[in-house]
């Protein structure tokens, strides 16, 4: 049957001009598409029922035809409700989009994010970053691995905009933003070391075996904290070789050259065949920091610290 323009028009409406949209006329079809109920439509947007009436009847008054079919009992979309409401949900998602793109751009949230890390990105943190670039699309994470032996160096030369260090961080210059992932300290050692058949160990034992640690240009304090050169009873801890990288580390406690502390995810995530962990009692847990550059904070360092502290939360257990 063909529609008229006279009957296309709801009985006693004015036309509303055909060139303009009412973003809030699409948001509340849209919405009473899904509930089928213009209390719950209303309810969900905060106004009336009669508004929800006044604005579905306007949209259809811009079209010229009926979108939806309200009787006492039920209400349900028209033929041409269900064409349009087809139509309407991806564009209104793209230009939903685009706006929230271009507010992140104001807000300076757009580009890429500079993420250094130590060792593999684990701790939660594939779902931080995956939260972060949901919340602001126009956002590019873009990861690196930082040296064991260089911790802060890339945010003092801008290399990264955001690390994942271990603590502590005494720096000048640099904000230590969310702490998290405190874990307990254990010891790598080769299946070949004494310490290999030990369930654990306690602190005072690192006096009797050479310890890996850190090099340069790691700073003094940092190092010292990775590898005590003494136990916490005073006793000196033997200086076993100074390495770059976590994999050196390993290969070294491998050819049972020395032995090295890791934090428990470290340790777990690094599994080696010729390598075993043993816990070890009586050291300060290992704890993770987000740093950066106070000189060069911005809204997408802000914003990824916000996600950090937020979606790290969640997954506590």
Avoid: K
């Avoid at 590898?227 to 100074?242: D, K, L, Q, S, Y």
């Avoid at 290969?251 to 020395?258: D, E």
């Amino acid at each position: 049957m063909t529609i008229t323009e006279a009957e296309a028009v709801p009985t006693g409406a004015t036309r509303a001009p055909a060139g303009t949209v009412e973003i809030r006329e699409l948001e509340c079809f849209l919405v009473l598409a899904e509930e089928l109920h213009f209390g719950r439509t209303g309810e969900r947007l905060y106004v009336s029922q009669g508004r929800v009436s006044q604005l579905i009847r306007a949209l259809e008054q811009r079209i010229g035809a009926r979108l939806v079919d309200r009787t006492s009992r039920r209400v349900r979309l028209t033929p041409l409700g269900e064409d349009f409401l087809s139509a309407l949900r991806p564009a209104y998602a793209a230009l939903r989009a685009t706006v929230e793109n271009a507010r992140a751009a104001a807000l300076g949230h757009s580009g890429t994010l500079r993420l250094g890390f130590q060792g593999a990105v684990g701790y939660g943190f594939t779902e931080v970053i995956g939260e972060f670039e949901e919340r602001y699309p126009g956002c590019e994470t873009r990861i690196t691995e930082l040296p064991l032996s260089d911790p802060f160096g890339p945010l003092h030369r801008d290399e990264v905009d955001i690390a994942v260090v271990l603590l502590p961080v005494r720096e000048q210059g640099l904000v230590l933003g969310p702490v998290f992932s405190r874990q307990p300290q254990y010891l790598a050692v080769s299946r070949r070391h004494a310490f290999a058949d030990r369930t654990a160990l306690d602190a005072e034992d690192l006096a009797a075996t050479r310890l890996v640690g850190v090099a340069a240009p790691a700073p003094d304090y940092w190092r010292e904290f990775q590898a005590p050169t003494r136990t916490p009873a005073g006793t000196p801890v033997p200086r076993g070789p100074r390495v770059g990288t976590l994999q050196e580390g390993l290969s070294l406690v491998a050819a049972n050259r020395g032995v090295m502390l890791l934090c428990r995810p470290t340790a777990e995530y690094h599994h080696r065949r010729d390598v075993v962990h043993v816990p070890v009692t009586g050291l300060p847990e290992s704890a993770l920091g987000l740093v950066w550059h106070r000189d060069r904070e911005n809204p997408r360092v802000r914003a990824f610290a916000q996600a950090v502290t937020e979606t790290l939360a969640g997954l506590a257990p």
